[in-house]
């Protein structure tokens, strides 16, 4: 079979020491940008881009990709160890990841996290191998009007990550809405809620909001009892999943992979919200949606394998079409035609060895960061025997080193803070944070897509429903909403009764 | 359209209030004041970043956590305090080379 | 007292470094847009052949936020000793049109360096259009006025602004589609969701060579060498329109005579060396140089232009 040899043309290239020794830099480098919430993969890329300029291109490619790897890898660290999200789409793995850890099962959260997202790199990689010219001639296909249609879903999303009354989990959903629109409105140039202050004239920022509401805000519930804590002594043993934790693991992680690969496709920043789907989709289908929250391995299975596997499904449109389909992608992008490499289907034909070398290192990176994380677990692990009242202290110095390196601004930082105060009372009053961090995802990604839209069509909001794809998604989304109405619960779930 | 979304926000904030409430547990405020602390000392350190600089303010942030708040061993607290906003700065600043507040006077 | 003498000592020790041959230690330029942007890897380019030829880093400091205006007004406030410096773009001049207030003087708070690179805007389509040139687009659109779109990177960008200059040059009309980035924009023209767009030439490349877009002319004084057969706007008998999307590096108002001189003439020396001219190319920029003059004369021209396009399509921020 063809791919069978150009698989091996590319394992030839990307398996010498030197392009391994890069590929090693490149997932450490990256790892370490992923664990610092808020610098992301975006600027560990642009910081390594010009280092790479003397180096091959396959190399530096390799390089580059292992950074982009490493730093979802790195993201899911913070987010179990302290609930600190490094960026927005690890937020859902905080909810249980954390949760788990809590519960003395840090390793296994970690060690699960890590093996989810390396099946899932690997599938992935394969499907991108496999697909990568037919799905991008599909994702061509979105235009705004699809593109409006899937967020719409991703709303629908957020009915699904409620634990209690759905009116709360609204609520929540609304203020996130609202807070997302904060920043000059891109079609008319008018600016809102920006008080006149110029950084908020780019909106308020997935990442203070989810460090604040999710990071901070813990460590300001937990912080009094800092002295009563018992210090965590993981034995050898916990450091390993359990057979009942692996066996819950599989299918989410199968089913988070395939979502987030289908969603990573579509060109746009859509793919943040495949661990929220893949989050809602496992609580919904789980036996037992109330162990979701309170330490459900496959609350973090899933997400984690949908972050990775959207992560490679981001590069299809890329390397097919020469597309980028986001901020990294374009990075990506930028690098290769500096190295003289120009994207798109005549890159398989004219250079192979790019082309192959380029996917046989993602698989390769892959398994870099499994083995440089499984063995970590157990050093990040025992970070948690520090006892906590030291600890909290270095996670709020961390938390505003993250956030305010993601802009060097301080604005940022008192967001943060603010949203930290905020997810405090939400808490206490028993408000589930989740869907204020998809709402601030969503809405400006939705409201521009409906506009645009709305730009293309002359003001015709029959174009959703003309269009095929965007009408099937919608008619689907409707199909969803009159099901869960119409079901018996939905008095209950309201809450304008009690069980 | 914010103003669409304002609307059905206080809508569903009205219907939360109107709904049979469960019998309510006054809210647990006995962490409030430790809470307060940390808002203050974030705040501080927020408001001084940029001005003295990251690593004389997390120095300072971490040392009044560690041996005010949680009165923990002075030397102790200053050597760690000391080693992560010099640890940190050196990784993040030099070897990153992600830039980090400076004050005005090279700290 | 031996505390005293020793901030004494620091004190002494930080005055005198001012003294010394520039550059003594690490020189920030601050590039108010987010890592991965066409400028951002521009300035890393510079700051990395700088710190190979000076031994001291220049390092980048990301301050996105407004347009640029975040970033210049903070490197407007550093210190003008040389050691603070600002990339900047086209968005610099077309803000002052759009802005209301800006916390900066575009003239009188900024010291020109030089001016780093330029690069080429051209009109693209999608596949599916029909028309094949330039002419044929101008008819086809001529025929059915405010029906079809166009894409740009936002309100208030180069390529938005550039649209309606063409627009009020060609006497044509068309519904703006803003996209939040150039990648969403460039995709849905190529889908065939949009029917055109204003771009940088390198940005279209890829596509235009996969037929995934038509490139119908280059608004530039000469064709470009990457895409030999696409006419100039002149030359297909048009008014001609040139808009270059440039880039330059500025310093604080007030920075020294000798520092801007010595860093114009580093810049020049980067862009004429080979490594740096390629990568340049291959993105599609083509490095510059020159005098400070050359850069505040470009500047004049740049902020005389754009308020006029603005106030003539009533484009409005803020």
């Known amino acids: 079979m063809e791919i069978l040899n150009n698989l091996a043309l590319g394992f030839s290239i990307a398996l010498t020491p030197q392009v391994l020794a890069y590929a090693f830099i490149g997932c450490l480098f990256g790892t370490l940008v992923g664990m610092l919430p808020g610098v992301?993969?975006?600027?560990?890329?642009?910081?390594?881009?010009?280092?790479?300029?003397?180096?091959?291109?396959?190399?530096?490619?390799?390089?580059?990709?292992?950074?982009?790897?490493?730093?979802?890898y790195g993201g899911s660290t913070t987010s179990i160890l302290m609930r600190i999200p490094g960026e927005a789409a690890s937020v859902m793995t905080c909810i249980d990841g954390y949760a788990m850890t809590q519960k003395g099962r840090a390793g296994p959260a970690l060690a699960i996290a890590a093996i989810g997202s390396f099946i899932a790199g690997t599938v992935s990689v394969v499907g991108l191998m496999l697909l990568a010219p037919p799905i991008a001639a599909v994702a061509l296909k979105f235009g705004p009007p699809e593109y409006a249609a899937l967020l719409t879903l991703g709303l629908l999303v957020l009915a699904y990550l409620s634990s209690g009354s759905t009116l709360k989990m609204l609520l929540m959903a609304l203020v996130g809405l609202l807070v997302g629109l904060v920043g000059i409105d891109q079609m008319s140039g008018f600016a809102r809620f920006t008080w006149n202050v110029p950084e908020l004239a780019d909106g308020v920022g997935v990442v203070p909001v989810a460090v604040g509401l999710f990071g901070i805000s813990e460590i300001m519930l937990s912080a009094r009892s800092a002295g009563a804590l018992k210090v965590q002594k993981p034995r050898l043993a916990d450091l390993v999943p359990s057979r009942e934790e692996m066996r819950a693991s599989a299918a989410p992680i199968l089913r988070g992979t395939l979502i987030g690969f289908l969603i990573g496709v579509v060109p746009g920043s859509a793919h943040i919200i495949s661990s929220f789907v893949s989050y809602a989709l496992e609580k919904k289908i789980s036996k037992h949606p109330e162990r979701f929250g309170h330490g459900a391995v496959e609350g973090v299975a899933g997400p984690e394998s949908a972050n990775n596997s959207a992560t490679s499904g981001a590069?299809?449109?890329?390397?097919?079409?020469?597309?980028?389909?986001?901020?990294?992608?374009?990075?990506?992008?930028?690098?290769?035609?500096?190295?003289?490499?120009?994207?798109?289907?005549?890159?398989?034909?004219?250079?192979?060895?790019?082309?192959?070398?380029?996917?046989?290192?993602?698989?390769?990176?892959?398994?870099?960061?499994?083995?440089?994380?499984?063995?970590?677990?157990?050093?990040?692990?025992?970070?948690?025997?520090?006892?906590?009242?030291?600890?909290?202290?270095?996670?709020?110095?961390?938390?505003?080193?993250?956030?305010?390196?993601?802009?060097?601004?301080?604005?940022?930082?008192?967001?943060?803070?603010?949203?930290?105060?905020?997810?405090?009372?939400?808490?206490?009053?028993?408000?589930?944070?989740?869907?204020?961090?998809?709402?601030?995802?969503?809405?400006p990604m939705l409201e521009l897509a409906i506009r645009q839209s709305l730009a293309m069509s002359g003001g015709d909001w029959s174009i959703f429903a003309k269009r095929p794809i965007a009408g099937t998604m919608l008619a689907l989304v409707a199909a969803l909403v009159i099901y869960n109405l119409l079901s018996r619960g939905w008095r209950t779930r309201v809450g304008l009764e009690e069980k | 359209?914010?103003?669409?979304?304002?609307?059905?926000?206080?809508?569903?904030?009205?219907?939360?209030?109107?709904?049979?409430?469960?019998?309510?547990?006054?809210?647990?405020?006995?962490d409030a004041r430790i809470t307060a602390v940390i808002v203050l000392l974030l705040g501080a350190a927020t408001f001084a970043l940029e001005r003295a600089g990251y690593r004389a303010t997390v120095f300072v942030f971490l040392l009044v956590v560690l041996a005010?708040?949680?009165?923990?061993?002075?030397?102790?607290?200053?050597?760690?305090?000391?080693?992560?906003?010099?640890?940190?700065?050196?990784?993040?600043n030099t070897v990153l080379r992600v830039p980090l507040p400076v004050s005005r006077w090279g700290w | 007292m031996r505390f005293a003498l020793l901030l004494l000592a620091i004190f002494a020790a930080g005055s005198t470094a001012a003294q010394t041959t520039y550059p003594s230690r690490p020189v920030t330029i601050v590039v108010p847009f987010s890592p991965g942007t066409g400028i951002d890897i521009l300035a890393r380019t510079l700051g990395e052949r700088f710190n190979a030829r000076w031994g001291v880093p220049l390092v980048v400091e990301n301050k996105p936020g407004a347009s640029g205006n975040i970033g210049a007004e903070s490197a407007m406030q550093a210190a003008a000793d040389g050691y603070t410096l600002l990339m900047t773009a086209t968005s610099f001049a077309t803000n002052v049109a759009l802005a209301k207030r800006l916390p900066y003087d575009p003239q009188k708070s900024f010291a020109p360096?030089?001016?780093?690179?330029?690069?080429?805007?051209?009109?693209?389509?999608?596949?599916?259009?029909?028309?094949?040139?330039?002419?044929?687009?101008?008819?086809?659109?001529?025929?059915?006025?405010?029906?079809?779109?166009?894409?740009?990177?936002?309100?208030?960008?180069?390529?938005?602004?550039?649209?309606?200059?063409?627009?009020?040059?060609?006497?044509?009309?068309?519904?703006?589609?803003?996209?939040?980035?150039?990648?969403?924009?460039?995709?849905?023209?190529?889908?065939?969701?949009?029917?055109?767009?204003?771009?940088?030439?390198?940005?279209?490349?890829?596509?235009?060579?996969?037929?995934?877009?038509?490139?119908?002319?280059v608004l530039?004084?000469?064709?470009?060498?990457?895409?030999?057969?696409?006419?100039?706007?002149?030359?297909?008998?048009?008014?001609?329109?040139?808009?270059?999307?440039?880039?330059?590096?500025?310093?604080?108002?007030?920075?020294?005579?000798?520092?801007?001189?010595?860093?114009?003439?580093?810049?020049?020396?980067?862009?004429?060396?080979?490594?740096?001219?390629?990568?340049?190319?291959?993105?599609?920029?083509?490095?510059?140089?020159?005098?400070?003059?050359?850069?505040?004369?470009?500047?004049?021209?740049?902020?005389?232009?754009?308020?006029?396009v603005v106030a003539k399509a009533g484009i409005k921020a803020d």
């Not at chain 1, 030291?390 to 305010?404: R, S």
């Not at chain 3, 270059?244 to 004429?272: F, H, K």
């Open chain 1, 40 to 72: 992301g993969p975006l600027t560990g890329i642009s910081l390594l881009l010009p280092v790479t300029y003397g180096l091959n291109p396959t190399i530096a490619i390799v390089m580059l990709a292992g950074v982009y790897y490493g730093a979802m």
């Open chain 2, 1 to 30: 359209m914010p103003r669409l979304l304002a609307v059905l926000l206080i809508a569903a904030a009205l219907l939360l209030m109107v709904q049979k409430s469960r019998p309510a547990r006054p809210m647990d405020l006995s």
């Open chain 1, 315 to 443: 590069f299809i449109p890329l390397l097919a079409l020469g597309i980028p389909s986001g901020a990294v992608p374009a990075v990506m992008l930028a690098a290769l035609m500096i190295h003289g490499i120009s994207p798109g289907p005549q890159l398989m034909q004219s250079r192979p060895d790019i082309f192959w070398g380029f996917i046989a290192s993602m698989y390769v990176g892959n398994v870099v960061l499994l083995i440089l994380n499984l063995p970590m677990v157990g050093v990040f692990v025992s970070l948690l025997r520090i006892p906590y009242a030291y600890l909290y202290a270095f996670i709020l110095a961390l938390c505003l080193l993250g956030v305010y390196s993601t802009n060097q601004s301080t604005v940022d930082v008192w967001i943060a803070i603010g949203f930290g105060v905020l997810g405090y009372f939400l808490r206490k009053l028993e408000f589930d944070t989740a869907p204020l961090v998809l709402g601030v995802i969503l809405a």
């Open chain 3, 113 to 217: 360096v030089a001016l780093v690179a330029t690069g080429t805007l051209a009109l693209v389509v999608a596949p599916t259009s029909p028309a094949r040139t330039i002419k044929e687009f101008v008819e086809l659109v001529r025929t059915k006025p405010g029906v079809l779109n166009y894409a740009s990177t936002g309100n208030g960008t180069v390529q938005h602004l550039t649209m309606e200059l063409l627009k009020q040059a060609l006497g044509i009309e068309l519904v703006h589609v803003p996209y939040k980035a150039n990648a969403g924009a460039i995709t849905d023209v190529a889908g065939g969701h949009v029917e055109a767009m204003i771009t940088p030439v390198h940005t279209a490349g890829p596509l235009v060579k996969q037929n995934r877009l038509r490139m119908l002319a």
């Open chain 3, 220 to 308: 530039s004084a000469e064709r470009s060498p990457v895409f030999p057969s696409v006419p100039t706007l002149k030359e297909a008998g048009f008014p001609d329109l040139e808009v270059e999307v440039w880039y330059a590096m500025l310093a604080p108002a007030g920075t020294p005579q000798p520092v801007v001189a010595r860093l114009n003439s580093e810049v020049q020396e980067i862009l004429d060396s080979n490594e740096v001219r390629d990568a340049l190319a291959k993105q599609g920029l083509s490095p510059v140089g020159g005098s400070p003059e050359r850069l505040a004369e470009l500047l004049r021209t740049e902020l005389a232009r754009w308020p006029r």
């Open chain 2, 68 to 92: 005010a708040v949680e009165r923990r061993p002075p030397w102790l607290s200053i050597l760690l305090s000391g080693g992560f906003a010099l640890g940190s700065f050196y990784l993040i």
